[in-house]
């Protein structure tokens, strides 16, 4: 299977309507449980969604890694890399 390539607007898109956010207002940095108030289910959803979009698997253990979009981009990119 070839690696889908990953489309930051995309992952901004499905990240900022899970957190329930406009996509201007998510920016790379901002913590998303301490900046917008995201909780476990906010992340599940996050990874469910970018599973789906991307056609990759993300190890549950990486929730964890997931604070800020600049770290789903790597986690989604280390997923797509396999």
């Given at each position: 299977?070839?690696?889908?390539?990953?489309?930051?607007?995309?992952?901004?898109?499905?990240?900022?309507?899970?957190?329930?956010?406009?996509?201007?207002?998510?920016?790379?940095?901002?913590?998303?449980?301490?900046?917008?108030?995201?909780?476990?289910?906010?992340?599940?959803?996050?990874?469910?969604?970018?599973?789906?979009e991307?056609?990759?698997?993300?190890?549950?253990?990486?929730?964890?890694?997931?604070?800020?979009?600049s770290?789903?981009?790597?986690?989604?990119?280390?997923?797509?890399?396999?």
């Amino acid at each position: 299977m070839s690696a889908v390539a990953i489309d930051e607007a995309k992952v901004r898109e499905i990240v900022a309507d899970c957190l329930d956010l406009e996509v201007e207002e998510l920016t790379l940095t901002d913590h998303f449980i301490d900046h917008y108030g995201a909780d476990s289910l906010n992340a599940i959803e996050v990874l469910a969604r970018l599973e789906k979009e991307f056609h990759v698997t993300i190890p549950q253990e990486e929730l964890a890694n997931m604070v800020n979009l600049s770290a789903v981009l790597e986690v989604l990119s280390r997923a797509n890399a396999r």
